[in-house]
């Protein structure tokens, strides 16, 4: 049974509809990939997905429940994480009060529990940290560990917000242009580390990408859109070489 | 750049995460416990106040220095809090349950706010809760068959037990643990995933939801919090003052809140403390400077809004991360001292690896 599914996912924007009939089946364990031009609507897609704003028609389905029209918080509590194209972080916050928010659909301790820091408090506190901890060393963090988001350079922050995401321990991880702005060795980095995650941390992988060799190296599945729709599905190779795509990308006389 | 040493998880859930810190805040334990027997009544009565003023920050600090919720008429808050301890006390209920009462009231107003404001942010949330402000202000007045109006009301004494804690060292006493009380639960809130989410919905919505924080819920949870807090505050405000006048508690009180927890430094709860005692104590400078200067001058109207507006000017454009701000670098400073470098706070691009090896 597939892990996330839609089916005929529409969403309007008044009179454009961003996202047509959009239907996709992400396998467990598979890193699915959505390419498109700008403006395609994979952006869309995944807000809709995860809850931003709920669909105009169409359901989303997640580990076989119907989470159409669920809130984004209600959507992440479920296990599905992601990250934002434009960087979306705690920008007055350290790396590691950022960290510990990914743990926070984890929290058991009641409000009461905190505000007295009786043990159960305490004793979450610190498995949070230690889990955190896991993540810092994973994305080889531990220098900017008390560092203050807004003072770091742009692919730290990538990390972090990676990182936060991660630490959510997440069945669903939805990566928004993970390689935009990075220098070739880091989007290699982040190759491995997107493979590590699907092939050994039992993760599942979308991601919206434009660095064709990125999604050609990691991908199992692509998807590709075009003006709200699908127009191409199947491998990397098979997905670059259809006349649809080649169309979209570079004109009618190429195809 | 001074890294810390940590050799267990614990130092960075612990209150107190270094040596210094906790030899700091006992030394300072010890003088404040101590000062009485050196101070006059006159400063047992003024540092008194700013204890109970360091509350109200604290409280006005869980809205909008940690969740990003400026509010411009938290002294309704505080005035809800002393009137229903006041009338608590004078209907003869202890004085414990006459302060969980007062904080108790003030959080349902802090609920009823925020449920009303919830859509508006900034600036707007600012507005509201500014004509919240007036309006509570305006309800005391006019509600005189229960606050005796524009006559005031008397507040009784603090009781516990049995004991009259109404003298200048008692209440000093007991206006310092309940400072340290809430410093605890505000500090206990803020290194537990509660806190933290709080900080999340200040800095980005989308995020915070993307990771399963109820913003309605967070938000709400944060001015019934404050409201709380602050009311508790207004309590011992209440036995400060002795006798309550809705006037008490008008904007001018609101916007010292605001400028306290500016000037201290917004989201941080040493900053709150910072504030309130910088805030508190300018009474004393204005009067001290005023017997400088010539009769001419020291009795012209006015002198503590200039300087409330003046300090304000100065930290937004030399410090805008306030009094705590300012205590961080020179901790900084000391701590690398004397390999202290001037660039330290200057900020400068940092480099990635790959970018280094280049």
Same mark, same amino acid.
Do not use: I, Q
């Given at each position: 049974m597939s892990l996330l599914s839609t089916h005929n996912l529409t969403r309007q924007f008044g009179g454009v509809a961003a996202v047509k009939g959009v239907s996709m089946a992400v396998e467990p364990g598979d890193i699915f990939a959505i390419i498109g031009t700008n403006g395609a609507g994979k952006t869309t897609l995944i807000n809709v997905i995860s809850g931003v704003f709920p669909p105009s028609s169409g359901t989303v389905g997640f580990k076989g429940a119907d989470i159409t029209g669920l809130g984004a918080d209600r959507v992440a509590g479920r296990g599905l994480a992601r990250t934002f194209q434009n960087i979306e972080l705690?920008?007055?916050?350290?790396v590691l009060d950022n960290l510990l928010?990914?743990?926070?659909?984890?929290r058991r301790a009641t409000l009461a529990e905190e505000l007295l820091f009786l043990p159960r408090a305490r004793k979450e506190a610190l498995a949070f940290r230690e889990s955190v901890e896991e993540v810092i060393e994973y994305l080889e963090l531990e220098q900017w560990r008390d560092s203050t988001v807004s003072n770091l350079p742009y692919g730290i922050r990538k990390q972090v917000e990676l990182g936060r995401a991660l630490a959510s321990a997440p069945e669903l991880l939805i990566l928004d242009e993970p390689a935009s702005g990075l220098t070739p060795e880091e989007t290699a980095d982040l190759a491995y580390l997107i493979r590590d995650m699907a092939r050994n941390r039992g993760m599942t992988v979308v991601m919206i990408e434009h660095d064709m060799g990125l999604v050609g190296g990691v991908a199992d599945h692509v998807m590709a859109m075009n003006s709200g729709e699908v127009i191409a599905e199947g491998s990397a190779a098979h997905v670059q070489s259809h006349p649809a795509v080649l169309d979209c990308y570079l004109g009618t006389q190429a195809a | 750049m001074h890294y810390d040493f940590k050799t267990s998880y614990s130092q960075d859930v612990g209150? $107190?995460?270094?040596t210094e810190n906790r030899v700091f805040f006992a030394a300072l334990a010890v003088l404040l416990l101590a000062a009485p027997l050196v101070l006059s009544n006159f400063y047992i009565t003024e540092f008194t106040g700013i204890f109970i003023f360091a509350i109200i920050v604290v409280g006005y600090m869980l809205a909008a220095g940690m969740a990003g919720l400026i509010s411009l008429g938290h002294a309704a808050f505080v005035g809800i809090g002393a009137y229903t301890h006041a009338l608590a006390v004078e209907a003869g209920w202890p004085f414990l349950m006459a302060l969980a009462a007062a904080a108790s009231v003030s959080a349902v107003f802090g609920f009823v706010l925020a449920v009303l404001s919830l859509r508006l942010s900034g600036l707007y949330l600012g507005v509201a809760t500014l004509i919240f402000g007036l309006a509570v202000e305006h309800v005391l007045t006019a509600w005189d068959a229960v606050t005796g109006g524009a006559e005031g009301l008397l507040v009784g004494s603090p009781v516990i037990f049995g004991f009259d804690l109404s003298g200048y060292t008692a209440f000093y006493y007991l206006s310092l643990v309940a400072l340290a009380f809430v410093i605890w639960i505000a500090a206990n809130l803020m290194r537990s995933a509660t806190g933290k989410a709080l900080i999340a919905i200040r800095d980005s919505e989308p995020a915070a939801q993307s990771l399963g924080v109820n913003l309605i819920k967070l938000k709400v949870l944060a001015f019934t919090l404050s409201g709380a807090v602050t009311g508790f505050g207004g309590a011992f405000l209440a036995h400060r003052v002795g006798f309550l006048t809705p006037e008490g508690f008008n904007i001018m009180m609101s916007l010292q809140i605001v400028l306290a927890a500016v000037i201290g430094g917004l989201g941080s709860i040493a900053g709150a403390v910072m504030g309130a005692v910088l805030i508190g104590f300018i009474p004393e400078i204005v009067s001290t400077v005023k017997s400088v200067l010539p009769q001419s001058l020291a009795y012209q109207p006015g002198p503590d809004l200039l300087i409330y507006g003046g300090l304000l000017a100065v930290f937004v454009m030399f410090e805008p991360l306030g009094l705590y701000g300012r205590w961080k670098k020179l901790e900084a400073k000391l701590r690398t001292f004397?390999?202290?470098?001037?660039?330290? $706070?200057?900020?400068t691009r940092t480099y990635m690896k790959s970018e280094r090896a280049r």
């Open positions: 705690f920008e007055h916050a350290s928010l990914g743990r926070y659909r984890h | 209150l $107190f995460p270094r004397p390999m202290d470098r001037k660039e330290t $706070f200057v900020r």
